[in-house]
């Protein structure tokens, strides 16, 4: 159990309109437009990656329904991989 919720920051497939969308839409309580500062966008074929860098990276936020958090958190970092890292920024 996470003991405080953050809002999520999400680009690329999660994004909405976009293939990876679906997995999360019915879990969220609001979302709203936002821009990502000191970070840097890296596409890897399929697969967009965001790392700290210069420049800015457009996106995403996203609210999460507090009886849906724990559990999304769980299947979006099984969708991501074992290589994704999810950071508080």
Not at 3 to 27: I, K, N
Not at 51 to 67: A, N, Y
């Amino acid at each position: 159990m996470i003991d405080e919720q953050h809002p999520l920051f999400v680009y690329g497939t999660l994004l909405t309109g976009e293939r990876a969308h679906s997995l999360m839409a019915a879990s969220l309580d609001r979302i709203a437009p936002a821009t990502l500062p000191n970070a840097t966008l890296y596409t890897l074929g399929a697969y967009p990656m965001l790392i700290d860098g210069v420049g800015q990276v457009c996106g995403e936020v996203c609210w999460l329904r507090q009886d849906a958090y724990d559990g999304m958190l769980a299947s979006l970092d099984g969708y991501e991989g074992p290589q994704y890292a999810r950071e508080l920024r």
